[in-house]
């Protein structure tokens, strides 16, 4: 039950670092992980894992459009990921007429490859610890402003000194609440193809009912194309562009996984807070979760309202609509996991155990002595403003065309300014332009109005009342409590609701036009009221900065030979673990895969979550699955593994000992919810789409053997 673990840790779950935990990174592998590894399954090298001089698996592994990831698998630039994670490329590509959300996506040579504008991905060329440059340029008699300008200020000489001359980005992340520093140097393709996708039939099929649950039964994947100028560099959209080359591709594995073969992962893991206290366990069980899904609540359901009759509709808020359930339906089983386990009670007696051991010694009670009660300070402060930040991002920033006005403002900013020349201004309405066709593309007016509504009614009754806005309370007075009346006059007299209209303003700037706007005004009242809020909370955070920082030091130096997990954010990690079943509950076992008549037993034709197409129904009965099925004559579908991942490991390869892909992740479980926080290795399992599913979708159902052609299949 081992895994690769890390080097970072941030606030949440002390002493329960095991060795079934842990999102490492990957240069770290030989010195912390190698040796559990191998007695788990590897047969690789760790050069192979990672390396800098040599092709290694993390040449195969991108950053796929900025928040999932996804893997190389052909030396042609074929890319697989999840479903998911390519939903809104295919959803922008998708009209009434090519309805590729609902029908699926299949290219059969290269020229019919559709061009997915502004979706990127990104390599991992190299990483280096710069802790001791880092740390060398601060001191402890800094403010936390002072210690975060300073970080930035040589965090930038790094980046820029790293990338000099060359095509690549860089970018410095701090590790274990800012007590090291490592350094990343990317390589960004911003030419990627959309190639293939499955309806949504399959490619989400079970969608809000069955998203965090098993067992699963969804085909969560999709195919993608990386190109490059003719020199094999980035390069912008061109038809003159030719598939990339990879320095390493994963070879396709259809020999299937049993029970407790070894499985890695390897990918972007976006946040989590495992070493978070008792205090901040207690905010987000009490305050920030509950309002967050009340929030996200209705958004869904005006959404749904409106999505429902309307297929046009349907197809604009897609994306937004799966974008905000995922999490709608994680906090709610974040809290109810976090509450069973008694994590806050785990993290006090984490807490009691530190107290205890600063006491024993003089120096550690003047470095470490405040810690606890700074941070009992800290969260008081915060507390109070929680529920009125959640709502100020949650509700007043979900009104979409008050958002458009961002870049308003800043064009207002220059208008005043009598320094501005032209061409500041010409310059920011181009990319504004570019940026209003797209926004209005998947826009839909009385959706957005009856949302401004509703945000602005719960905003009004569910923050305290001595934290509203001036300008809030002038418009409840003025229309006696009907916000909805109030939506109505600005969405009739607002230019921000109407495409042509913002154009006009955006060819001919007028001050005068922008600040009059009702929309406008809002909007300028709800940022700076955002603002407002963030100044009073953030000495709070201040202390929680500097607080976290401190103890999480004091932990390292109090259990000296343990390895902690870093905490995911956003840079390559490594996880190891098994396939296993698990035992949700009493008398509850979960085998540790499904197939194919699990997608034909939960077949609902009036529910649209649950509709089997045609031709996969005449597969299933006619037992077609070609080399695809096990050795029972089963067709899987998805498989559990106890790897330790988290949002932003979507797409992410499962990877067998030999380094080949057996499948792709894409969830996790719903006993486990509380993972982001709290690791729980009996119950946390990773949910992965078998990719000899992906390769029977492909061939038998798409008829696509282009792709199957392309790959290096491991029999």
């Known amino acids: 039950m081992k895994k690769l673990l890390l080097v970072i840790i941030t606030l949440l779950s002390i002493n329960v670092v095991r060795a079934d935990e842990g999102m490492w990174l990957p240069m770290l592998v030989h010195r912390l992980n190698y040796v559990d590894m191998q007695k788990a399954g590897l047969k690789l090298t760790a050069e192979e894992i990672y390396s800098v001089n040599h092709s290694s698996l993390k040449d195969a592994i991108v950053q796929f459009g900025g928040g999932c990831t996804a893997e190389i698998v052909s030396d042609q630039g074929l890319v697989f990921t999840n479903h998911h994670c390519g939903y809104g490329s295919i959803q922008s590509l998708s009209t009434v007429q090519h309805d590729y959300l609902t029908h699926g996506f299949w290219a059969f040579n290269k020229n019919e490859e559709l061009p997915c504008p502004g979706l990127t991905v990104k390599f991992l060329v190299r990483m280096e610890d710069v802790t001791k440059t880092v ?38 992340s701090s590790f274990y609440a ?31 009912t069955d998203n965090w649950m098993w067992p699963r039964h969804t085909g969560d994947f999709s195919i ?80 749904r309202e409106y999505m429902d009759v309307d297929e046009t509709v349907r197809l604009q808020y897609a994306s937004k609509y799966a974008g905000i359930a995922n999490y709608w339906k994680y906090y709610i089983g974040q809290t109810r996991a976090l509450k069973r386990m008694k994590v806050a009670e785990k993290k006090e007696k984490i807490e009691a155990d530190f107290a205890n051991w600063v006491g024993q010694d003089a120096s550690r009670k003047e470095e470490y002595g405040s810690v606890l009660n700074d941070f009992s300070t800290a969260y008081k402060l915060i507390d109070q403003y929680v529920i009125a930040q959640t709502y100020s991002q949650e509700a007043l920033r979900g009104i979409e065309a008050g958002n458009l006005t961002s870049g308003f ?15 500041q201004i010409e ?27 509703a945000m602005l009614d719960m905003f009004y009754k569910d923050v305290p009342a001595d934290q509203h806005f001036a300008y809030l309370d002038e418009i409840y007075k003025k229309y006696k409590g009907d916000f909805n009346k109030y939506a109505a006059e600005v969405y009739k007299k607002s230019n921000f609701v109407n495409a042509e209209k913002v154009k006009a303003m955006l060819d001919k700037p007028s001050l005068k ?37 401190l103890f999480m030091a004091g932990l ?20 190891f673990g098994n396939v296993r079943d698990y035992y949700p509950a009493d008398a509850v076992h979960y085998n540790f895969y499904t197939t194919l008549k699990g997608v034909i037993e939960k077949e609902d034709p009036k529910n649209f ?83 000899r599913y992906v390769l029977f979708i492909i061939d038998k159902y798409a008829g696509a053997k282009n792709l199957i052609d392309e790959l290096a299949i491991k029999r």
């Open 135 to 172: 740390l060398a340029k601060l001191n402890n008699k800094m403010s936390e402003k002072e210690r975060a300008e300073a970080v930035a200020a040589v965090s930038t000489e790094i980046q820029d000194k790293a990338v000099a001359g060359t095509n690549y980005e860089s970018r410095v």
């Open 556 to 575: 390292r130096n109090m259990t000296p030979d343990k390895n902690f997990a870093p905490d995911a954010n956003s840079t390559m990690r490594v996880t």
């Open 224 to 303: 993608f194309r990386v190109y490059a100028g003719a020199d094999g560099k980035p390069a912008e959209y061109s038809k003159n562009n030719v598939p990339m080359k990879p320095k390493h591709y994963l070879p396709v594995s259809i020999k299937g996984v049993e029970k407790e073969d070894f499985t890695m992962i390897m990918g972007y893991p976006g946040r989590t807070n495992r070493y978070m206290t008792s205090w901040g366990v207690k905010l987000a069980i009490e305050k920030s979760g509950p309002a967050i899904v009340k929030i996200r609540d209705k958004k869904l359901a005006i959404m």
């Open 409 to 423: 403002e800043r064009l207002a900013t220059l208008l005043k300014n009598k320094d501005t020349k032209p061409a």
């Open 609 to 691: 979550e649950f509709i089997v197409p045609g031709k996969l129904k005449d597969l299933y009965n006619a037992k077609d699955y070609g080399q695809y099925a096990n050795s029972k004559g089963e067709l899987p579908v998805a498989f559990l593994a106890n790897t330790d991942i988290t949002g932003g490991n979507s797409g992410s390869p499962v990877i067998n000992g030999s380094g080949e892909l057996v499948g792709l992740a894409f969830d996790g479980n719903w006993e486990a919810m509380s993972g982001d926080i709290a690791f729980e290795p009996d119950m946390q399992r990773t949910i992965a789409v078998d990719v």
């Open 427 to 453: 310059q920011l309405t181009k990319g504004m332009t570019r940026m209003t066709e797209n926004f209005f593309k998947n826009y839909y007016q009385p959706l957005d109005q009856k949302t401004m509504g």
């Open 513 to 549: 036009a922008i600040e009059k706007d009702p929309m406008y005004k809002l909007y300028v009242a709800i940022t700076a009221y955002s603002n407002d809020i963030r100044t009073k909370a953030s000495a709070g955070s201040d202390a929680l900065t500097r607080s976290s920082r």
């Open 178 to 208: 800012g007590n090291e520093f490592y350094l990343f140097v990317y390589e960004i393709f911003k030419d990627v193809r959309l190639v293939g996708t499955p309806p949504e039939a399959i490619g989400k099929f079970g969608a809000d």
